[in-house]
Structure formats: C-alpha cells, structure tokens
C-alpha cells in the first residue's frame, strides 16, 4: 500500500508541474467554494452557525473524496492510487503559485499596474497604493504562506495516513484543504459566522507551517534562518503565517513588509527584482524537497 502510495503522491506531483490546476468548471476546491458560497450571509445566531459550518463542511468534503478513492481501490488497487494522486492534485497547488507570484515580480519591473492587476489574485490586500518594491514584496510573502497553505498541510495529512488506507489520506487531505477554504472564504472579523474555521485553521496549520520554515531552511543550507524567523513569527496577525515568511526574509536578508499590519526584518531592504526570483526559487525548491520528503516517507514505511 505505501508504494502505491508513493506512486499516488509522484503523480499529484507530475500533475502539478505539467497541468498546475485541474480545470475551474471540474476543479473539487472549487466546486466546494460554491457550495459554501451560499452560507456566506448574515445570520441570526453567527457563532453558533460558525461551529456547524466548521465541522460540517470539511467532513463532507473529506467523506465525499474519500468515498471515490474508497470505490476505486475496491475495484483494483491501482485505481486508488491513481484516484488517491488525482485526489492530493486537487488539494495541492505550488506550480501555479509559483508562476503567478513570478508574474507580479516581473511586471513590477516594467509596468506597475499590471503588477498591481495581477496581485489580488495571489495576495489578498489592496494594491492601489503599492510601490514596486511592496509589490514584489507581497508576491513573496503570499508565495512563502502558501507553500504552507497549498502543499505542505494537505501533502502531510495525505502521507501519514496512506500507510493505513489511501483513502483516508484522501479523505484527511480534502479535509485539510476544505479547513483553509473555509478560513480564506470566511475566516475575517466581519464574518463571525466564520469565527470558527478562522480558529481552526490556526490549529490546523500549527504544524505545516513550522514544517515549512524547515523546508526552507534546508534548502537554504543554514541553520539560520528559521531561528530568525522564530522572532518574527509573531508579527503578523496570523500565528503561523510568520514562520515561512520571516524565514525567506532571513535567508535571502530582505524586508517583507504588509503596510500598517506587520514588518519581517525590518532592518534589511525590501526585495529587488533579483531577490524577488530568488526568493520564489526558494520556496519552488522547498516545495520540491516536501514532495520527496513524502515519497521517501511512504518508501522507507513499506520497507
């Protein structure tokens, strides 16, 4: 079972690289954003609504995902796999945040506004205002969360439970990434029917996050830059959001800056064009490193 399901994991991988995202009109994530789009509304009782949209929509998600990986493995193992790969592709991304995070960096080299245009997409702040420098900034800081958010999280729930059964791993990936949906969708403090997938997404992301700074830091080849990161962890509003942010700040010495919220090294510049690329080469390869890590996990498991 572990081989197959370091196989399922080689193939969300590759789908990664060469497809980056399944289509919108079929994409899982998506069709799950609306489905929970119509419980975005006022309610009469918003925190007691917050605990069953909290618990309830994840487990659908992860039922409903791993029930197909379920029926797939009961037909022939390799069709789980195959099914559990198409599964942890559709709960993982890092090929398009990459690209997308290089086009803000790019186009703030040469023109502005569409670096600002391209921004919403990737980081959610205004971008009106923004200089070049903030820009290329926030494609940083949103790339270095992400890799957190969109790949590790969903690919650790996914590795340690494919030993046991590839679909509860599908089943705990879908529910990892229906958890950081539902923070993204309703997780802020004019949404307190939101209140708790906004705290849940914090326990959730406790680990990952702190797993990603290491990721980091290895392929920094140093030490240091997560134990900077540790001082800094706490600045922005997000209790694990600090740890792979301030990381890349350390180990490349940039400033990553969100305006009237928070300041990563502050004593260093804010990202060049260069440091920019490489900054986003980081977390591209650190995102490769969380990839084999989990492979080599499901390996040495079965042996």
């Known amino acids: 079972m572990s081989l197959i399901a370091a196989g399922a994991i080689a193939l969300a991988a590759a ?5 980056r995202e399944p289509p919108a009109r079929i994409h899982p994530v998506a069709l799950f954003g609306r489905l929970v789009a119509p419980l975005d509304r006022d309610w ?25 990986v379920a029926l797939g493995s009961f037909v022939h193992p390799i069709a789980g796999g195959v099914l559990a790969g198409l599964a942890l592709f559709s709960t993982t991304s890092l090929r398009l945040l990459l690209d997308e995070a290089a086009g803000v960096v790019a186009a703030s080299a040469t023109d502005i506004e569409a670096a600002r245009d391209r921004l919403p997409a990737l980081a959610g702040r205004d971008a009106a205002d923004l200089s070049a420098e903030q820009l290329r900034s926030a494609a940083v800081e949103s ?9 590790v999280a969903p690919l650790l729930a996914f590795a340690l439970l ?30 307190p029917h939101g209140w708790l997938s906004a ?16 990721a980091l830091t290895a392929v920094a080849r140093s030490p240091d830059p997560m134990l900077s990161a540790r001082r800094w962890s706490s600045a922005p509003p997000s209790p694990n959001s600090g740890w792979p942010m301030g990381t890349v700040a350390s180990a490349l010495q940039i400033k990553l800056e969100k305006p009237g919220s928070y300041t990563l090294n502050g004593v260093a ?19 490769l490193l969380a990839y084999a890590a989990a492979v080599l996990w499901e390996v040495l498991v079965w042996a």
Not at 143 to 151: R, S, V, Y
Not at 175 to 191: F, Q, R
Not at 273 to 278: I, K, L, T
């Open 199 to 214: 705290r849940l997404d914090d326990a959730v992301m406790w680990l990952p996050a702190r797993l990603s700074a290491l």
């Open 44 to 68: 009469t009782l918003p925190r007691s609504v917050s605990f069953w949209i909290a618990l309830l929509c994840p487990i659908a998600a992860g039922l409903a995902v791993g029930g197909v």
């Open 269 to 287: 510049s804010l990202p060049t064009v260069e440091d920019a690329e490489r900054a986003i080469s980081l977390v591209g390869s650190a995102g």
């Open 162 to 191: 494919a030993p046991e059964s590839l679909a509860l791993a599908a089943g705990a990936a879908a529910w990892v990434k229906a958890v950081n949906t539902l923070d993204s969708m309703l997780g802020y403090p004019s949404k």
């Open 15 to 19: 789908l990664d690289w060469l497809v």
């Open 143 to 151: 790339a270095a969360e992400n890799l957190a958010d969109g790949l």
